[in-house]
Each structure stands twice: as C-alpha cells, then as structure tokens.
C-alpha cells in the first residue's frame, strides 16, 4: 500500500502548469507521443510551394490530451503561417493509445534559408502524463535548388479606353524594378527600362517572388506590382496598365489675397480650379505641409466646401470654378516671419499620385531674434573643427537670396547678429575662405526654435 501512494504521488507532482515536464516511475502506464515529419519531395526549387505531412503517433497506454507543438525554432526555409489546432497557443488535439493524428502543412520557400536545406524541426507537448519525451523531437531535412527564369513586362497607355493592351499604346522610357526573390536570403533590385513597345524583358534572374515598382520622367503613372513568382525556365507575363496623371486635365492655383499679413489678420486665398478633360463630379482638397506653426490648413469653415471633410465641387468639362476662402492667420505665422498654404486636389478624399498642387507664400514681418555662432575651420565629421578668426560672414534669405545682415569673426572664432528679421537664412563666407561641402548649415532663426549650427569653412580655391 506504501509503494502504491508514493507511486500515485510522484506522478501528481510531475504534472506543472497543465503540461507533464518530467519522468515518472518505471512502468506506469502513460501517454508517449512520437512524432514523424516527412516532406513531399526530396529537392526543391526556390519557387515552389514546399508541403510537409506530420504525424504524431500516441505509442503509450494512455490518451494524450491537448497535444500540440511545443517550438519550432531552429528551421530553416520552412515556415508555415498556421499549425492549426496543433500551433503554439492552440487548443491542440486528443490521440487515443495507439492511434496517429495527421496533418499537411504549406508554405513557400522562405528565409532564412540556410546551406540551401530546408529544415522543419520542433517538438510536441501534451497536457497528458508523459515520462518519455526523449522521442517528442521532429526535424525533417530536404534540398532546395536555385533555378532560373524569366519575367517580360508590358506598360501600356489605354489611350483607347479598350481597357486593353493594343498596337501602339505601348509606353517606352518606363523604368521597371523587379526586387527580389524577397522569400530567400540575398535578394536584389534588377532593372530595365521598357523600349518603343512598351515592354522591358528580364532574363535568367532566380526563382522566387518579387515585387516590381516603376519610375518615369514622361508622366505616365504606373501601379506597383503585387506579389509575383519567377518560376524554372519560364518567363512570366505582366502587363500593367499605365495612367496619365490628373493634372494634366485639372489645373489649380492657389493665391493669397496680399503679399504681407500682420499677426492677427484675416487671410483671404482664391481658389482656381479648371478641368480641360471629362466631368469630374467631385473635386475635393487637402492642404497640409511638414507641420510648420506657419501653415494653414483647410480646417476651418471659411474654406466652404473645400474644407476637410466637405462636400467638395463639381466641375464640367471646360469648367473653371473659382472659390474664395477666408481663414484665420496661424498663431505661429509671426515667430516665423512668413504664411505658407499648400493644397492638392483630386476626386477622392486620399490624394493619390498625379493631382494637381498649388501654394504660396506671403510675408509676416515684424519678430526679431538675435544669433549667435561660431566660424570653424572644417577637419571632417570625424575631427572638431578649429576656430577661425576675421571671417566675413553674411546671412541670405532662404528663399529670395536677400542679404539681410554681416558680421566678423572675432579671435575665437565667434560671430553674432542682432535684431535679424525671423526666417530660415543661409551663410555666406567672403575672402580667403569658401564654405564646406557637404555640411548642412541652414540658419533656423524662430521665435523659441532656434537652430544656428557651426559655419564650417576651407580656404578658397
């Protein structure tokens, strides 16, 4: 009676957490999985579909409850996206004694892919008492071969409306880059460039998948490419349709009403907008920027039915609609000495590639800041610079080239303006000295976001 309660104890404290992690005594009866992986082939191209058969075999003389995989770490080219009832976190699967449970997994051929050998290697768990687990680990071995084919791509200009490739539509001077194949280690971008036909050809590139994206300089507009695979001594066959960008048939302007505003002011804008193509039966806009606290945006109700969120207009074909729009001046516009507005238009909400875009820019004078900095000698990015003395130094406007102020360096190599007009300003170095390549050096000169960086300089040529 002893032997038996120590026995029945020994296999309670073996069970931790709703998994049996341990051994138990000689002969007492339990669950025992042994599980065996097998892949469908025994070599693989990169572009194939990879499909493995896995089953676990209860060899015990006891149900195996919640069996699932416990890892799959270590493989290599072989990742299936779901292991179904039997994956980490699942509700896993009972396998009576002496019965298997079956299942297929799939997946391409993925990275990492190491020594050019898929691995599918792991172990299963069951919630089960189980005192062997030496024979729960699987691993499955099989080659992968690094073929070649093709790819011809087609862009045309459906200038027809035959929704249809045809004669003389064909869009030369595209550029085509395939990347990939994005499912192995090394992938790169291959390049082409379509000829008078429209179609840029790739040959002998590896099996895989790939993506293709496309440039051009004459305004055609070409989607990028889903997901496709290059497979053995094949060529595969895209045709992508290209579109001619909106603005080319919808024109816009977008003006302020003065030159120059003072903080406080009403702004008034005029909206033009003329469609030269079909009826567009709405045009909405967004006007935004790179955040500035002088910009305007159209979030405010004087932008009428160009507002964010409005209703937008309509405009027939040969139709030019002009639309007024008043707006407060941002608060930040006088720390910065200038207003900015910069809208796209376009028939839907998200303004997509190929719309038309206008701005302008008026002047919000009166802030002055003082600034300081220092005039160094340049050694590179990895030795400081030292300081110069007697450089003569003026500031331009960033965007007119107007000189605005100028100073010397005195022994230490400092230098300082005073009472500068707000702005964004760039230096300029006279005599012996020339100012550094490569070196940003813009002045940022804002009421509480100031930025004067190092003028780093080197002998005239």
Wanted: hydrophobic share 40%; proline share 6%; with cysteine.
């Amino acid at each position: 009676m002893l032997t038996r309660i120590a026995a029945v104890t020994t296999a309670t404290a073996l069970v931790m957490g709703g998994f049996f992690t341990g051994t138990a005594s000689a002969g007492f009866p339990a669950a025992d999985l042994e599980p065996v992986v097998t892949f469908d082939k025994a070599d693989y191209d990169t572009a194939d579909t990879v499909s493995v058969t896995f089953t676990v075999k209860n060899v015990g003389k006891k149900p195996a409850d919640r069996v699932r995989i416990s890892k799959d770490g270590g493989g290599s080219g072989f990742f299936p996206r779901s292991y179904g009832e039997l994956g980490i976190g699942g509700p896993g699967v009972r396998i009576e004694a002496g019965a298997e449970y079956v299942a297929h997994f799939s997946a391409p051929v993925n990275r990492p892919l190491t020594a050019d050998r898929l691995v599918f290697k792991g172990a299963v768990e069951t919630s089960s008492l189980e005192p062997q687990l030496a024979n729960n680990a699987f691993e499955a071995t099989a080659g992968v071969t690094f073929g070649k084919g093709g790819a011809k791509v087609l862009v045309y200009g459906d200038t027809n409306r035959s929704d249809g490739f045809d004669d003389g539509e064909g869009v030369a001077g595209v550029g085509v880059h395939l990347f990939g194949p994005n499912n192995i280690a090394g992938g790169r971008d291959y390049e082409a460039t379509t000829g008078p036909g429209g179609e840029a050809r790739f040959t002998d590139i590896p099996t895989g998948v790939y993506r293709a994206y496309y440039t051009s300089d004459t305004g055609w507009l070409v989607p990028s490419e889903d997901a496709f695979t290059v497979v053995l001594n094949t060529d595969v066959d895209l045709v992508r349709k290209a579109a001619r960008p909106l603005s080319d048939t919808l024109k816009a302007t977008v003006a302020f009403d003065r030159d120059v505003y003072a903080a406080g002011d009403t702004v008034g804008i005029t909206v033009t907008l003329t469609n030269t193509g079909d009826a567009l039966p709405v045009v909405y806009a967004e006007c935004s920027g790179m955040g500035s606290q002088s910009e305007l945006y159209n979030t405010t109700d004087g932008w009428g039915p160009l507002k964010d969120g409005g209703s937008g207009v309509s405009l027939n074909a040969g139709e030019t609609k002009v639309v007024q729009v008043t707006a407060p001046l941002p608060a930040g516009a006088a720390a910065v000495g200038f207003v900015t507005v910069g809208c796209a238009f376009g028939p839907g909400r998200s303004m997509g590639n190929g719309v038309p875009r206008s701005g302008d820019r008026a002047e919000v004078p009166g802030a002055v800041v003082d600034a300081s900095g220092r005039v160094l000698l340049d050694h590179g990015f990895s030795t400081p610079g030292t300081p110069v003395a007697g450089v003569q130094l003026t500031l331009r406007a960033r965007d007119t080239g107007e000189a605005v102020a100028s100073t010397v360096s005195d022994e230490t190599g400092r230098f300082a303006f005073t009472e500068v007009p707000v702005g964004y300003y760039k230096p300029e170095v006279a005599g012996p000295w020339q100012l550094a390549p490569n070196r940003w050096m813009e002045f940022r000169l804002v009421v509480g976001d100031m930025n004067v960086p190092a003028v780093y300089v080197l002998p005239a040529a």
